[in-house]
């Protein structure tokens, strides 16, 4: 349905679960892809990977937390593959803890990488996004839009980058860039559902409350960053968008009460 032969999509987190779902959307759909994270052998792996797709593809090292690194990244892809198209920003960090059980750092981690990698990898993509006519989408959650206990140190950071989307979509319209935020609802096989359904029991309550009554898959997500990368999104900009089965209007504020029961149950053994 969509083409995107001969256009350059750059995804930071793209080496692993709903980002790397993304990045080998736009590979199958042609696009050349560019993806970034901390672990050079997950990189390699995903690149392998996009690659078998019949794309070309190209990858490279860095933490979002480090803007030096984030702009080496964006020079390196500007010089294989040249500016870019379709920019897709979904590094994140998480882990369930209530926020009297997060230390002043383990705050700062989730939103450097969420909030602050946001800004670093938006800011270095600037010079070589391919102005006008360039989609940027950030990658991010329901903890945005709903508040969840064990969450605030997530919820403050995405709810962060939704504003950030905001304001760069009214910065960056008048040059001619589409700036959205997609909001995934829970993926099932991913390291975010791990993290905070690790049990079948806690597993099936999260399909339970999906009105829905699945969880999504990666390509769930991807389909919706086709469209917004596509000139069919052309007048879409700022925009929020949920991808989850209406979860996020369904989603109890305390769902992982439980979870962070069991992880105090464990840790008092
Ligand atoms: P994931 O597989 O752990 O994806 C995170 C990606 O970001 C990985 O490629 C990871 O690779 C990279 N990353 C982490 N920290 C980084 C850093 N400091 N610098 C550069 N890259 C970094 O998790 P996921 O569950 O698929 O989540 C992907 C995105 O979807 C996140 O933005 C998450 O908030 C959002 N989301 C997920 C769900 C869900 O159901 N899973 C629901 C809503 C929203 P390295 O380890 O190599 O750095
Ligand atoms: N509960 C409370 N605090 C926690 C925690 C938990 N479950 N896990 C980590 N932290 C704290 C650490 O204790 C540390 O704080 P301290 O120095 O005061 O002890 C702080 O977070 C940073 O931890 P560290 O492991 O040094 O950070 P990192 O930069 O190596 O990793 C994380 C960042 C913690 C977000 C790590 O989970 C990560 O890399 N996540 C990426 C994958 C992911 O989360 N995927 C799902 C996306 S939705």
């Known amino acids: 349905m969509f083409d995107y032969s001969g256009k350059n999509v750059f995804v930071a987190g793209g080496t692993s679960g709903i980002n790397f779902g993304i990045a080998e959307g736009f590979a199958r759909a042609g696009a050349r892809v560019f993806v970034i994270s901390r672990s050079p052998e997950k990189v390699t792996s995903a690149v392998e990977l996009?690659?078998?797709t019949g794309a070309e593809a190209a990858g490279a090292s860095a933490d979002v937390r480090d803007f030096d690194a984030v702009k080496t990244a964006f020079a390196a892809a500007h010089g294989t593959f040249g500016d870019i198209d379709v920019l897709v920003s979904g590094a994140a960090g998480n882990f369930p803890a209530r926020v009297n059980d997060i230390s002043s750092n383990g705050f700062r981690a989730v939103l450097e990488i969420d909030?602050?990698?946001t800004h670093h990898v938006m800011t270095a993509a600037w010079p070589v996004l391919n102005k006008p006519g360039a989609s940027?989408?950030?990658i991010s959650a329901p903890q945005a839009i709903v508040a969840m206990t064990g969450q605030a140190h997530v919820c403050a950071a995405k709810a962060g980058v939704d504003m950030i989307t905001r304001t760069l979509a009214l910065e960056?319209?008048?040059e001619g860039v589409r700036v959205n935020s997609v909001i995934p609802g829970p993926i099932d096989g991913t390291e975010g559902m791990r993290r905070l359904a690790p049990t079948p029991q806690a597993m099936e309550m999260v399909r339970q409350s999906v009105p829905m009554k699945r969880v999504g898959i990666p390509?769930?997500?991807?389909n919706l960053c086709l469209y917004l990368g596509s000139h069919y999104a052309s007048y879409v900009s700022g925009a929020v968008i949920p991808v989850d089965g209406a979860w996020s209007l369904n989603m109890p504020g305390t769902a992982l009460d439980p979870v962070l029961d069991h992880i105090a149950a464990s840790r008092a053994k």
């Open 50 to 52: 996009l690659q078998e």
């Open 136 to 138: 940027v989408i950030n």
């Open 115 to 117: 909030l602050l990698g």
């Open 172 to 174: 960056w319209g008048p």
């Open 219 to 222: 390509q769930d997500v991807a």
